[in-house]
């Protein structure tokens, strides 16, 4: 029996060295200098959950519902119960278990492409530089400075599982079943369905191209044996989240996602179906905005660039009197983005370089790969374009399965990002394969030739003559005097121009070591020495624009939620169970207010439908103080005009926590319930849908004259559990300030009784006569069976895991003790 071949392993091991060196590199303030860095998605969460999270520090035990945001809403997207998944211990491991998410997502970034590279049969310091080029692609540092921490994990692992695929459609199953079962169940723990959305089309889009090259073949037979196998994985590798996905699934119904209640919503939505197409399609790409792939700052960069001192801007505000630390900070912040998105944290850049050579790839790779890549790249262009390519893409918005779930199209990018990357790297890896036929010599310089003409043409035509193809206004340039609009102007036209002159500067470089290699022919290994520099260089420089060092902020600095002066006035209050309106900020796209307080607003993509048709009806244009009162808004902070700062205001008709009504208001449908609200009285009237009537016994006797003696008080409060003492002569029903929701479960005196929905959102009960203990519990019994179904699931994937390493092992043995000494993968 052979030894252990090490050297075998050796590349693989220096490009995880590699991968490390630059990942704490990039993030040197957060390892060296202690620093942290702020992250807008990461603190709506903090706010989201604190309840929940507070709650499980105090108790140990977990809460199903989260009061904190929207007057309540479940808790399947914030801090739920963890559940027991593999897949999560393996992440842990592949990304070396860095503490922190921000040096993680780019570690896994960079392994997850380079084992999609060795499955195309890429040499590893080839690989080395393909992952550099994925992983430093400018869209996903800024997710991580953006906070979209699933996101970017999601995406991570979106090569692997392409190369699993890969690896078993060419025969290489043990590895390749192995690779797809371990990136895929990862990828699903990560639960961001829209990038998993986007990774079905890129592997459907290769299903179709290998589908048919097999008919071409005549191995439709090996096909259908792959395809066979890589469903069977798929099936075991959902096992561990199954459970969480069925709980996510059936919240996801309820949400703004799950499609419309309303028959008539005043934003024209249709009933049953996803989001409104144009709440989807609000982040559209521009089509001219897509030049960004070339040229990074082709439409302005991001919405709050910094310009600089010696910008037109900066002189423009000297000229006219606003020099010094106001200038200054105006132009650190510059509204220089001026495409059709409402804002952005920065381009989609993916490299000069890799343009270059996307393009070269499309003369020079042949075969199966080449196709998928292309049609796959197309595709991504176009989806990003939302509403700037209405016709095509509204066809898919209301005919693709599931596309009217997701929002922000120019997400859709994420698999150019990867498809680019991708067939660049194969550019190279032909290029040097080919050339040792001396025959070849000549054809191959002359498609470099056009791929540099091709992608340094548009550079330079961008360099010498951008400034006319534009007008660089933007939206909100109406918000600044003309003075500054032009200046503004001015500093858009000459960045475009200098990013142009710099990509072309770079496809130059590129070009000019290629065709060094081919002229001069020196190891391969200096050209791939040589570009990976470049591309490295390329990337790096422009990501810092974005991910810099001025957003690594001292610890202390980086605590996201300092309470104000309001906060504090109302924290002072001794009761706690009450809500805030916070009118000084937007307030449906906003987290501070809810970590101080159970707020009327929050952000989040999937707050519950019912809850948004209130916003639209009630809070939107005129705010309806009726709804207001019946959800407790007990105090409201408003802008104050003298201070400029925030005043509190106390609302004298909030409710309270519950209340009896004594006038049962019956509607024909929700479209009838939600305009009832309109105008009622809330203290005495309940508008109830006619579907619950028979739920209520003898609803007639409910509507009594009004027992002034009658009460009830909230005792006892938890995110999960809340009782309350009632007392009463008559039968009567009793309003609660809590949004209704299936989980919840009522009880008087320990028996079970139902929840009638009430005013469009809110929960009633049926309470008989004299004294008694009512009592609310979320209970999610589906993620309760969900756990069960993880545990489960995890021991089936770990056995195959176990199963697959064993079998592969046996097969390395077996060629061994034959003598061979092949470093292919392990078929």
């Not at 590699?18 to 040197?28: D, E, G, H, P, R």
């Not at 600044?480 to 990013?499: G, H, I, N, V």
């Not at 290699?517 to 624009?545: E, M, P, S, T």
């Amino acid at each position: 029996m052979k030894k252990i071949n090490f050297r075998q392993w050796l590349p693989h091991l220096i490009a995880i060295l590699v991968f490390l060196v630059l990942t704490i590199a990039y993030f040197s303030p957060i390892v060296f200098d202690k620093k942290d860095l702020p992250q807008g998605d990461v603190a709506s969460a903090q706010a989201w959950g604190k309840d929940l999270r507070d709650y499980h520090e105090k108790t140990g035990d977990y809460a199903y519902w989260s009061n904190t945001m929207f007057s309540g809403m479940p808790a399947n997207y914030t801090y739920s119960p963890p559940t027991p998944n593999i897949f999560e211990y393996i992440s842990l491991v592949l990304r070396l278990d860095l503490n922190k998410l921000h040096l993680g997502i780019v570690f896994l970034y960079l392994i997850g492409f380079y084992i999609l590279l060795m499955a195309l049969g890429v040499k590893p310091w080839l690989g080395i530089v393909g992952a550099i080029a994925y992983a430093f692609a400018s869209y996903n540092l800024i997710i991580i400075d953006a906070g979209h921490v699933n996101k970017g994990l999601a995406m991570a692992t979106m090569a692997p599982v392409i190369g699993g695929i890969i690896l078993t459609y060419r025969k290489k199953y043990l590895i390749g079943i192995l690779t797809t079962l371990i990136f895929t169940g990862i990828h699903i723990f990560y639960n961001h369905q829209q990038i998993t959305y986007y990774l079905m089309l890129i592997i459907a889009i290769m299903f179709v191209v290998y589908l048919v090259y097999a008919i071409k073949e005549k191995a439709i037979k090996d096909f259908a044996k792959s395809s066979a196998i890589l469903l069977v994985v798929a099936g075991i590798a959902v096992l561990p989240s199954l459970g969480r996905m069925l709980t996510i699934m059936d919240y996801t119904k309820e949400t703004m996602r799950g499609g419309a209640v309303l028959k008539n919503n005043p934003n024209g939505q249709k009933e049953g179906t996803g989001l409104e197409v144009d709440y989807a399609f609000q982040w559209s790409y521009g089509t001219g905005e897509t030049w960004s792939l070339l040229i990074p700052n082709v439409a302005g960069g991001s919405s709050h660039y910094n310009i600089g001192t010696n910008s037109e801007c900066y002189k423009t505000l000297k000229s006219n009197g606003i020099g010094g630390a106001q200038g200054k900070n105006f132009c650190k912040y510059a509204p220089t983005y001026w495409g059709p998105q409402p804002f952005t944290s920065g381009p989609v850049y993916a490299g000069a370089i890799i343009c270059f050579l996307f393009v070269l790839g499309l003369l020079i790779v042949k075969g199966r790969e080449k196709w998928w890549l292309l049609l796959a790249t197309i595709l991504s262009i176009m989806l990003s374009w939302g509403r700037n390519f209405a016709g095509f893409n509204e066809f898919l918005f209301y005919n693709l399965p599931m596309y009217s779930k997701f929002r922000t199209p120019s997400m859709a990018l994420v698999i150019a990002g990867v498809t680019m990357a991708i067939l660049a790297i194969l550019a190279i890896k032909e290029l040097i394969e080919q050339l040792k036929d001396e025959t070849r010599k000549e054809s191959i310089l002359r498609k470099v030739y056009i791929a540099a003409g091709i992608t340094g043409g548009f550079a330079l035509i961008f360099a010498l003559m951008g400034g006319g193809f534009y007008s660089f206004s933007s939206a909100s340039d109406s918000s600044y005097p003309e003075w500054l609009t032009d200046a503004l102007q001015a500093d858009r036209k000459s960045m475009l121009t200098a990013d142009a002159w710099r990509s072309f500067a770079f496809i130059f470089l590129g070009f000019a070591l290629i065709w060094a290699f081919i002229k001069y022919k020196f190891k391969a290994n200096y050209l791939i020495l040589g570009l990976g520099a470049l591309i490295l260089i390329d990337l790096w420089v422009v990501d810092r624009r974005f991910l810099g060092d001025e957003n690594f902020v001292p610890k202390r600095k980086a605590k996201t939620f300092q309470p104000t002066e309001a906060d504090l006035i109302i924290l002072q209050d001794k009761d706690p169970n009450y809500r805030v309106l916070n009118l000084t900020t937007s307030t449906f796209n906003e987290s501070t207010t809810s970590y101080f307080h159970k707020s009327i607003g929050g952000y989040s993509p999937v707050k519950l439908r019912r809850y948004q048709d209130i916003i639209d009806y009630h809070f939107s244009k005129n705010l309806n103080t009726h709804v207001l009162d019946m959800l407790n808004t007990r105090y409201v902070i408003v802008p104050n005009k003298e201070t400029g700062g925030q005043a509190v205001q106390k609302n004298p008709g909030a409710l309270g926590n519950a209340w009896f009504v004594d006038t049962l208001k019956w509607v024909a449908g929700p479209d009838e319930e939600i305009i009832a609200l309109t105008d009622f009285n809330p203290a005495t009237t309940a508008v109830i849908d006619q579907v619950w009537k028979e739920k209520l016994s003898n609803p007639d006797a409910l509507q009594v004259m009004k027992d002034s003696t009658a009460s009830i008080t909230m005792t006892d409060y938890s995110p999960g559990n809340i009782v309350y003492k009632s007392t009463n002569s008559k039968e009567q029903l009793a309003v609660f300030s809590e949004v209704f929701y299936k989980t919840w479960h009522a009880y008087i005196d320990g028996k079970e009784l139902p929840i009638i929905r009430v005013n469009y959102i809110l929960r009633s009960v049926q309470v008989p006569a004299g004294a008694h203990t009512i009592e609310f519990k979320c209970v999610d019994e589906l993620f309760a069976k969900s756990k069960k179904i993880s545990m489960w699931g995890s021991i089936i994937v770990g056995v195959t895991i176990l199963l697959l390493i064993g079998l592969m092992i046996r097969s390395e043995l077996r060629k061994k003790n034959k003598g061979d000494s092949s470093e292919n993968a392990i078929e």
